[in-house]
């Protein structure tokens, strides 16, 4: 299959670099998990099923924000859509890169009325892509009030583990997600497109612990232990 190849070019990857190409053994954790995380962004985000497509070149910045509200919009059946109208003002700060002033104009929204899903989730997730996909206690926050409202719906859980994955903490997502699918029903909104994520992350994680990852022995005397920092 397309990933079992992804893995191993990586693993390749990683071998010429360190061998063929000399790379200095305190570049090698470096190496491994810039590795790492490009797995994981393929695992979340590559469709090797679909046909090619002819693209542009240079995507505009507009359509790739515009991603993101979409990508929320796809959880959330329109009988959980959120009633106000500064939600399309927040998106549209959203799809221009305005994280911050989403997020603010979203507190008004969720303060006079704590039971707008959406208007939490969206808050969840502008706060995130503010902090370049880290988590903050403001947006940890806002995914659970978001989960509190709608225990079954899978986007608090999608997209914290989307955030999880930015950070490298892949067994967090991995568990997070899985537990975000245990808690749905079948029927929910985005489940497929959930547990095909999370399948390949099962994949990309089994196959690292199963030393398919791993940095290969050495050559030559063993050199001092240096830090992986």
Known sequence: MTWLA???LAVATFAIAAFGFGLSKGLWTSLAAALGFGLAGYALQASPEMAA????????QG?????????????VSLSDRSGSPMLVTS???????????AAQMLEGVTRQNPQDFEAWLAQAIAL??????????ASLYAFQRAANV?????????????????????????????????????DAEGRAG???????????????????????PAAGPAAPAQSGD
Not at 199 to 216: E, I, K, S
């Open 6 to 8: 992804v893995i191993a």
């Open 53 to 60: 497509a002819p693209k542009s070149a240079v995507a505009d």
């Open 63 to 75: 359509e790739q924000e515009f991603d993101i509200v979409e990508a929320r919009r796809e959880f």
């Open 91 to 101: 998106d549209a700060m959203a799809r221009r890169g305005r994280y911050a002033d």
């Open 128 to 137: 995130a892509e503010h902090a370049d996909g880290n988590l903050s206690q």
């Open 150 to 186: 709608k225990p079954e719906n899978l986007a608090p859980g999608y997209f914290l583990g989307v955030s999880l994955i930015r950070q490298g903490r892949l067994m967090e997502a991995q568990q997070v997600w899985r537990e975000t699918l245990e808690n749905s029903p079948e």
């Open 194 to 216: 959930v547990a095909d994520r999370l399948a390949r992350l099962d994949v990309m994680l089994g196959a690292m612990q199963a030393g398919q990852m791993t940095m290969p």
